[in-house]
């Protein structure tokens, strides 16, 4: 079955910290891996992607590392920020929409 | 450059109606695909629509169809509707069938009562 399980459910961080939303996947298969992030009352919006050829791939703030023997993947948010206080998914295909993950409630307080 | 637009924003039908969800992709976009979101969960894939066929189908009944235009438009119609129905409807669209990228709408919230 193709699942994505993803954890944790809801995390707190303080103004400055990091964030860390982890991913794991069953289908071997699976080649493409984004995060997105969606805020109340919106669609997803793509944040990072990465392919299982790299093991970490940087975007300003965010930072996805790829592990693939372990088929993990976890999602880095450096310097959080209210602004970023928001639902992430991360999500998984293979010549197959995409499989996503139930998300995850992050909130940042200052 | 507008995004991928939906309508209407919000819906009200009752249990047994019929309903018709409208997406216009990405401009460049020739793929769409739509999504159920329930409350608290991620999107679930419903159907996938290329060169005006449905290309890729989830496990959704008979009850989902829907349907691309030559614009690359499309509809969502879901028929003798169940409370379990209401959910957020997504679209998404990307520059081919096999292109990996998708670029969600902003969704149209139904509600069934």
């Known amino acids: 079955q193709q699942q994505v399980k993803q954890s944790p459910q809801s995390l707190i961080v303080q103004k400055g910290g990091i964030s860390i939303i982890n991913c794991a996947y069953e289908n071997t298969a699976f080649d493409y891996f984004p995060w997105y992030q969606q805020f109340p009352g919106k669609g997803p919006a793509l944040l990072i992607a990465i392919r299982p050829d790299v093991s970490e791939k940087k975007e300003g703030r965010f930072t996805i590392s790829f592990n693939k023997s372990a088929k993990q993947f976890s999602l880095h948010i450096m310097d959080s920020q209210p602004g970023d206080s928001a639902t992430y998914f991360c999500?998984?295909?293979?010549?197959?929409?995409?499989?996503f993950g139930k998300g995850t409630r992050l909130s940042v307080i200052a | 450059d507008a995004g991928v637009t939906q309508s209407p924003t919000h819906l009200i039908k009752t249990r047994g109606q019929q309903v018709t969800l409208r997406c216009s992709p990405k401009?460049?976009?020739?793929?769409v695909s739509w999504y159920q979101q329930a409350l608290g969960q991620g999107p679930q894939f419903i159907f996938q629509?290329?060169?005006?066929?449905?290309?890729q189908r989830g496990n959704f009944p008979d009850r989902f169809s829907g349907h691309q235009f030559p614009n690359y438009s499309s509809e969502l119609n879901v028929n003798a509707l169940l409370l379990g129905d209401s959910a957020l409807y997504l679209c998404a669209s990307s520059p081919g069938l096999m292109e990996d990228t998708q670029y969600f709408g902003p969704g149209t919230r139904l509600t069934v009562l």
């Open positions: 629509y290329y060169e005006e066929e449905e290309r």
């Open positions: 401009s460049g976009h020739d793929t």
């Open positions: 999500a998984s295909r293979f010549s197959t929409p995409l499989v």
